[in-house]
């Protein structure tokens, strides 16, 4: 995720887009969507590009979906798990997950 991110912006430094307001736009805008797929709302995309519920499962089972904005990178390395709910077992915050 960060790595992407910075990638990202050292293109758009590239293309002249780069400035310091440019640079505080983006990270804030980065910054939202980890809060919006770290809560406990389902939020999803078109077309598989991202869903939260695919991250949560990295909290849940911590060795898949590490990439936090979309399942391309953890499909091609074969670290990518389905999303599926587990059994109940207290009232910790990942119960259910």
Same mark, same amino acid.
């Given at each position: 995720?960060? %790595?992407?991110?910075? !990638?990202?912006?050292?293109? *758009? ?5 780069? @400035?310091? =307001?440019? @640079? ?5 805008? !980065?910054?939202?969507? @980890?809060?919006? /797929? #770290? $809560?406990?709302? /389902?939020? !999803?995309?078109? *077309? $598989? ?6 991250? #949560?499962? #990295? ?6 979906? %590490?990439?936090? %904005?979309? @399942?391309?990178? $953890? ?6 798990? =389905?999303?599926?709910?587990? =059994?109940?077992?207290? $009232?910790? =915050?990942? !119960?259910?997950?």
């Amino acid at each position: 995720g960060l %790595y992407s991110q910075l !990638a990202l912006l050292w293109a *758009f430094g590239k293309l002249g887009l780069g @400035s310091l =307001p440019a @640079s505080l736009w983006f990270f804030t805008l !980065a910054g939202w969507m @980890s809060v919006l /797929e #770290h $809560d406990r709302f /389902e939020r !999803a995309l078109p *077309f $598989d590009v991202f869903s939260a519920r695919d991250h #949560h499962m #990295h909290h849940a089972f911590v060795k898949c979906n %590490y990439s936090p %904005y979309g @399942s391309l990178w $953890d499909r091609a390395f074969g670290t990518f798990k =389905p999303f599926q709910v587990r =059994p109940k077992t207290g $009232d910790g =915050p990942n !119960a259910g997950l």
